[in-house]
């Protein structure tokens, strides 16, 4: 910040240069850092920017935030206020990156999107390779996304297009249609040429690909290769067949396992008649393993597709069906409960001790889901491998349910004076914990052959298998021991 309290005009290394007032002589402020030490945005750097747009110094906040990483300008904007945000992105003008778009939570690239012109977006996404401007384009309704597309070069326009009409979750939504492809007879020398000559080359590219004069892919060649061969060599000779391809048409997450497998960094992308039509690029499959591994977590809890910056409205509709199905089935649970009124009557420390068989076998059958839904998602758990996997599992459940019960017998021996209620915790929570183990894998893999999400529906259905095990378990084997009016 200068004397006067406004922003820098000029940024050089890591200093601020201001020009005092009727002074020739400028005035050099240090930057703060852009991350304090734990990540995040710095505060003394967000309140640069912040009296930077309360000015409406457009010189300052691009020396300030227009030669950052789009990853930090997109913390940046997440860390302001709703209203200057988008302030923000008119005041950065041509040195905001529009790939920092794709680097936002939904909802806050949305805003952002709904509040700025259609020919101004139209010129940022126009910058973009193909694969981010579809990630930005595919979240806005048909009306917008053509009232953008009309306004961009006629090339441009129909290599989106294409895009758009893969299947949301296709790698066709995820390639890039700018690449490099090459006749087998070519030289080394003439593909060096072509790269140095060509203007509208990808901005990152790892490898070559060789077409037939059908465009159908016939091979790849790796940039590194082609560095280390002498320039009379022709691609033929060193180009590898049959290289890893998928069709566009493919599901991303089996795109992304495949790169995950096979250490992949980039792949061609085909048509159903084998022809190249885009390239899949490492960044965009991290995104994908990324989503999905957070879609896992959240699906879990009984979240839907929710981000932090939803507003309270939409976080709550996207909360409340499953709490709904979960008052259901924790209905179950009363009603089990409600079976036993006397004997929880006649002796109140079933009523105290209840809770925690229920509580021990809904956390070992949330072990076993988590490990089986993730283990689904990833392709690890098949039917070859089912009952080795369920073995285990019931072993496991059988071993932690025996030192559950040594511990619990005698905490409740002592605590009651009653050897018989240790007996019967014990034997109740051996009872639940196995079929924790049981429920907590098969009830993920039934839901998916019925087509249903393990990953939203396992917890609410495991828990209700946990409660009523537990409950039934523990008050029926009491009441049969201590002879209990029913």
Known sequence: ???????????????????????????????PAVRDEDGRISAD??????????????????????????????????????????????????????????EL???????????????????????LDSDDAVYILEDLDAADQAAILDQLPYSDRIQL???????????????????????PFWSVGQTIDHMRETEDLPDTFHEIFVVDPGFRLIGSVPLDKILRTKRTTKIS??????????????????????FERYNLVSAAAVDDAGRLVGMLMIDDIV???????????RGLAGLGDEEISDTVLVTARSRLTWLLVNLCTAGLAATVISLFEAPIAAMVALAVLMPIVASMGGNAATQTMTVAVRALATRELTARNMLRVLRREVLVAFLNGMTLAVLLGTGATLWSGLPGLGMVIAMAIIINLFFAGVAGLLIPVALEKAGVDPAIASSVFVTTVTDVIGFFAFLGIAALWFGLPL
């Open 237 to 258: 000779e060193i180009m590898t067949e049959d290289p890893q391809t998928f069709k566009a048409t493919d599901d991303r997450e089996d795109v992304a396992r495949a």
């Open 45 to 102: 750097f967000l309140a640069l920017i912040e009296a930077g747009i309360a000015a409406e110094d457009a010189p300052a906040l691009i020396g300030l935030a227009g030669d950052l990483h789009e990853a930090d300008v997109a913390d940046l904007i997440e860390a302001l206020p709703e209203d200057e945000r988008v302030p923000l992105v008119r005041l950065l003008g041509d040195e905001f990156d529009y790939a920092t778009l794709t």
């Open 161 to 183: 297009q294409r895009s758009l009409d893969y299947p949301e979750d296709s790698a066709g939504r995820l390639m890039q249609t700018d690449f490099i492809a090459v006749p």
């Open 105 to 127: 939570d939904e909802a806050v690239r949305l805003s952002i999107l709904e509040n700025l012109p259609s020919d101004t977006l139209a010129e940022g996404i126009g910058e």
């Open 1 to 31: 910040m200068s004397r006067g309290g406004q922003p820098c005009g000029r940024r050089e290394g890591g200093t601020c240069v201001t020009e005092a007032d009727h002074n020739e002589i400028p005035e050099i402020v240090e930057i």
């Open 287 to 297: 995104d994908v393993i990324q989503e999905e591994a957070e879609e896992d977590l």
